[in-house]
C-alpha cells in the first residue's frame, strides 16, 4: 500500500476518541488505509446485502455480533446506525471502538452530525497528493503526464489503464452512486452535465448557464452540483471578502478534485494533448487548487483556502488564510514566469487588512525566494503552504 499522509494521525486519534471517521470520493483508499492501520478490526462492508440488511433488519443482533473492534465500510448506507453507535459507545467507552468509512453523504443528515458530535473525529481523504507520490517514488517529472494520471490509488497499485479505468469509475458513479443519492430520472442528461461541468472547472459557477447547456432548470443544477460536493469529486472555492464590499464577486469557483478525471471527462486521451489544449491553464489550476486542499486535509492544517476577485476581474487565484496572516498566489501554467508576475497580487494587497505574501505557482521547475514574493514550482509549492 502507498502510505497516506494522514495514517499516523488517525492510528494516534483512535487512541482518544471512541470512533474514527474516513471520509472521501470513492476508490480514494479509504477502505485500504482503514483496514492496514487497523489490521485486527473486523472488517465489515455493509455494501454486501447479508450484512446491510442485518444492520437494517436487527441493528441490535448486528452490534451484539459486532461489539467492538470493528471497521465498518460504506456506513452511509444504514444511515440508521448512527443512533445505535452513539447509544453503544457512550456505555462501553472504548476508545478506537469502531472505524466508520464512507462518502461525506452521511454528515448531511443533521440527525447524524448531532448523534456523532464529541463521540468521532472525521478525516477527508483525498485520492493520492503529489506529496504522497513523491514519498512513494511514483510521481512523473513531467507535468503533463502527472495531471493527465491524476490521482487515484489504483492508477498506481495496480498501473492500470488510466483512459480504461477512469472511464468505468464514471460509469460506475452514475450508475451506482448517483442512483444511491438521487432519484434521477435521465442519467444520460446527469452524464451529460458532468461533461459539460468538467469544461468549467477553474471558472466562476454559473447556474443559469449550465442550466440553459444541459436544458434543466436551475434548481436541477444546483441539486445535482450538491450531489458532486458530497460525493467528494468536486469543491466550490468561496471567494475572500473583508466586509459586505459590493465590489467584491460572492460567486464560488468550481473545481474538480482530480484532474485525471477531467482529462478523462474532456476526452484528452493521452498527456502529449495536454500542453496544448485550449483548457490547459484551467485544469493546470484546477491541478494546483486541489493539490492545496490535499496538503491542507492532510496534514490537518488550519489554513481557509479562498479566491478573491473584484467586479473588474482583478483576481488572486488562491488566498490561503493562517490566522492573522494572508498568502496570495498567481497561478500560471506557463513553464516561464511572466513579467510583472506579481504585479497583479501587489494591488490586491492594497485592499487586505492583514499582513500577506504573494507567490506565482507556474509550470516551471525551477523555485526561487524573491524579496517581493516567491516564484514557486508546481513540483514542489505545496513546501510553502505552510
Not at 471578502?241 to 486521451?269: A, E, P, Q
Amino acid at each position: 500500500m502507498i502510505k497516506r499522509i494522514l495514517g499516523n494521525t488517525i492510528k494516534k486519534t483512535a487512541k482518544t476518541m471512541p470512533m474514527i471517521g474516513i471520509l472521501g470520493p470513492r476508490q480514494s483508499g479509504k477502505t485500504t488505509l482503514a483496514r492496514a492501520l487497523f489490521p485486527n478490526y473486523t472488517y465489515v462492508n455493509l455494501e454486501q446485502p447479508d450484512n446491510r440488511h442485518l444492520a437494517e433488519d436487527d441493528p441490535i443482533k448486528f452490534f451484539e455480533k459486532y461489539p467492538k473492534y470493528a471497521i465498518l465500510d460504506e456506513v452511509q448506507r444504514v444511515p440508521h446506525l448512527f443512533s445505535y453507535l452513539q447509544v453503544k459507545t457512550d456505555e462501553d467507552k472504548i476508545n478506537g471502538q469502531y472505524i466508520l468509512t464512507g462518502s461525506q453523504h452521511f454528515l448531511m443528515l443533521s440527525s447524524i452530525t448531532q448523534s456523532l458530535a464529541g463521540r468521532i473525529a472525521l478525516f477527508n481523504l483525498y485520492p493520492l497528493s503529489h506529496e504522497e507520490l513523491l514519498t512513494a517514488k511514483l510521481d512523473h517529472p513531467k507535468l503533463s503526464v502527472q495531471i493527465w494520471h491524476g490521482g487515484y490509488p489504483r492508477l498506481y497499485e495496480q498501473k492500470t489503464d488510466p483512459t480504461i479505468w477512469l472511464g468505468s469509475y464514471i460509469q460506475s458513479y452514475l450508475e451506482r452512486d448517483v442512483s444511491l443519492l438521487q432519484n434521477i430520472d435521465n442519467l444520460k442528461i446527469f452524464d451529460n452535465f458532468l461533461h459539460l461541468l468538467a469544461g468549467r472547472t477553474g471558472q466562476l459557477l454559473n447556474l443559469s448557464s449550465l442550466a440553459g447547456d444541459v436544458g434543466v432548470s436551475h434548481n436541477t443544477i444546483k441539486t445535482w452540483i450538491h450531489l458532486l460536493e458530497i460525493s467528494g469529486l468536486i469543491k466550490l472555492l468561496e471567494p475572500y471578502y473583508i466586509n459586505l464590499n459590493k465590489r467584491l464577486t460572492k460567486t464560488s469557483k468550481i473545481y474538480f478534485l482530480d484532474t485525471g478525471l477531467v482529462c478523462r471527462l474532456l476526452g484528452i486521451n493521452s498527456p502529449n494533448n495536454l500542453p496544448t489544449h485550449p483548457l490547459i491553464g484551467a485544469i493546470f489550476e484546477t491541478w494546483i487548487i486541489s493539490e492545496t486542499l490535499k496538503y491542507l486535509s492532510n496534514h490537518q492544517d488550519i489554513a481557509k483556502p479562498y479566491f478573491w476577485r473584484d467586479r473588474t476581474g482583478l483576481e488572486a487565484d488562491l488566498l490561503l488564510e493562517h490566522g492573522l496572516n494572508i498568502s496570495l498566489f498567481e497561478i500560471k501554467s506557463a513553464h516561464t514566469p511572466p513579467r510583472n508576475y506579481l504585479g497583479k497580487l501587489t494591488h490586491i494587497q492594497t485592499y487586505l487588512d492583514k499582513p500577506s505574501t504573494l507567490g506565482l505557482i507556474y509550470g516551471g521547475t525551477q523555485t526561487y525566494a524573491r524579496t517581493d514574493g516567491h516564484i514557486l514550482s508546481w513540483h514542489d509549492f505545496h513546501l510553502q503552504l505552510t
